[in-house]
């Protein structure tokens, strides 16, 4: 409750002027174009040839990944033994929490900001946002009311049985994180401030290639047929 009287009042103070998405099928086409840190390449489990990037962390030290593009939306991960295959990150795909204690970060959000997440859990257990203790989401309010996605293989998934599922909260400004406290989950797109486009929640146009190139000096992404600029935004 006392969450929901916070967000009454940051809604009539202030409205974003930073509106995004970010859809990760379309930005960090290449490793290369992420930042890793705290973190360990895999290489028994990590296949390039696959587009498929696997990473171990150290008990007790925070790991951050971000795409280079947007520096403002980290994955943070921290567990208490040193875990292995603790995250992996698909270039031009997702991004994938390998368990729970997966912190998804929204920096300098504006008071009102309506956010949405294009999510799947990653294996054979839901994935599960409502915090029992009610800390989590920090600086937000859960807006959805099922906070749960269905465990790969379940009713209405992909060629590959991930169900995709819209989540969105509610920023209260400032940073904002988001956690899930069970399986793991994948992440594919996110807005701030904005719906996700219709054209994001064809999670099948991750298995089509895309096309990099610059005009005006602009660096536009072609996927499907559409254009999308440096930040995954379609033209």
Not at 32 to 48: F, K, R, V
Not at 74 to 83: A, P, R, T
Not at 133 to 161: F, H, M, R, W
Not at 180 to 198: D, H, K
């Amino acid at each position: 409750m006392k969450k929901f009287f916070l967000f009454a009042a940051a809604v009539v103070a202030a409205m974003t002027v930073n509106a995004k998405v970010l859809d990760l099928r379309v930005v960090g086409l290449s490793i290369d174009d992420w930042t890793i840190l705290e973190a360990t390449l895999n290489g028994d489990n990590t296949d390039p040839d696959a587009g498929k990037y696997v990473y171990d962390i150290k008990a007790g030290v925070a790991s951050e990944t971000y795409v280079n593009a947007d520096e403002d939306v980290v994955f943070q991960l921290k567990n208490g033994s040193d875990k292995a295959k603790a995250f992996v990150v698909y270039p031009g795909k997702c991004y994938e929490f390998g368990g729970k204690n997966g912190i998804l970060i929204l920096k300098n959000t504006a008071a009102g900001d309506k956010i949405q997440l294009l999510a799947a859990a990653k294996g054979s257990n839901d994935a599960k946002f409502a915090d029992p203790d009610d800390v989590y989401p920090k600086n937000a309010i859960a807006v959805s009311e099922d906070l749960v996605l269905p465990k790969k293989g379940s009713e209405g998934g992909d060629e590959q049985g991930y169900v995709w599922v819209v989540l969105e909260f509610a920023s209260l400004g400032g940073d904002v994180e988001i956690k899930e406290f069970n399986g793991g989950y994948r992440i594919a797109a996110l807005s701030v401030g904005e719906e996700l486009p219709q054209g994001i929640l064809n999670t099948e146009a991750a298995t089509v290639k895309a096309e990099k190139f610059f005009r005006n000096g602009q660096l536009i992404i072609r996927k499907n047929g559409v254009e999308y600029n440096a930040l995954g935004a379609q033209l």
